[in-house]
């Protein structure tokens, strides 16, 4: 079993829809969790990055962390044919190490 | 966000030849870096952590003598690909924290061809 689970998709959305993008973990211990959106042939850019259990919300984008469940989500409000990317989860203890998800990509038709 | 650079962000040489990839942290000092390689349509997979002034962590499988990293400074690593060869073709990326606990930012990649 990974560490880190995430459906690759490919996720396919029309313009305005709302998005949902989860991982799941099996690590406990685990305590900052990380979304970030990566364009094609670029790195990752750092959307959301929390803290324990709870909500985010960033403009359109809402990051939840249900530590009880191993279950991390991302959700993007009135989707964008721009937010058409590949997103990935990523966490990490208390230490270097951090484990990412394989990615979802993403893509918003208008 | 905090700005880190990778240079080049293509490169292509010949079998046998060295490659450096540098990363840099533009306004903060990267006291922890790290190396991914990402095939494509895969995850990222780390390569190395790197502190400042010491010797980078590899991960398991990842030959240190083949991929040679150095982070002499707060805000400068260095990845080389030494004797590359067309399997080492890939996307590179770096990243780079300023302390424990705080989030990593990602350099824009690098994408190696190997011929």
């Known amino acids: 079993q990974k560490e880190v689970e995430q459906d690759p998709g490919p996720l396919s959305v029309p313009e305005g829809a709302i998005v949902s993008l989860n991982c799941t973990y099996s690590?406990?211990?685990?305590?900052?969790f990380m979304w970030y959106r990566q364009y094609s042939r670029k790195g990752p850019e750092l959307l959301m990055y929390t803290y324990s259990s709870g909500n985010k919300e960033d403009g359109r984008f809402t990051a939840q962390v249900d530590k009880s469940s191993k279950y991390i989500s991302l959700f993007i409000r009135d989707s964008q044919p721009s937010d058409s990317a590949t997103y990935l989860c990523a966490m990490n203890v208390n230490n270097n190490d951090m484990r990412f998800g394989a990615g979802t990509r993403l893509t918003v038709k208008p | 966000g905090a700005v880190v650079s990778q240079h080049p962000s293509r490169v292509i040489c010949k079998s046998g030849t060295s490659v450096k990839i540098e990363c840099r942290s533009l306004d903060f000092q990267a006291t922890t870096m790290f190396w991914y390689r990402q095939f494509p349509k895969q995850s990222l997979m780390l390569m190395a952590t790197?502190?400042?002034?010491?010797?980078?962590?590899?991960e398991q499988g990842v030959e240190k003598d083949k991929f040679l990293i150095n982070h002499a400074s707060l805000t400068l690593s260095t990845l080389t690909v030494t004797s590359a060869h067309p399997e080492d073709s890939s996307f590179y990326i770096c990243?780079?924290?300023?302390?424990?606990?705080?989030?990593?930012?990602f350099g824009q990649g690098t994408r190696l061809t190997v011929v």
């Open positions: 990243s780079a924290r300023d302390g424990w606990n705080t989030e990593a930012f």
């Open positions: 690590n406990s211990a685990f305590q900052y």
């Open positions: 790197s502190n400042e002034g010491s010797k980078a962590t590899y």
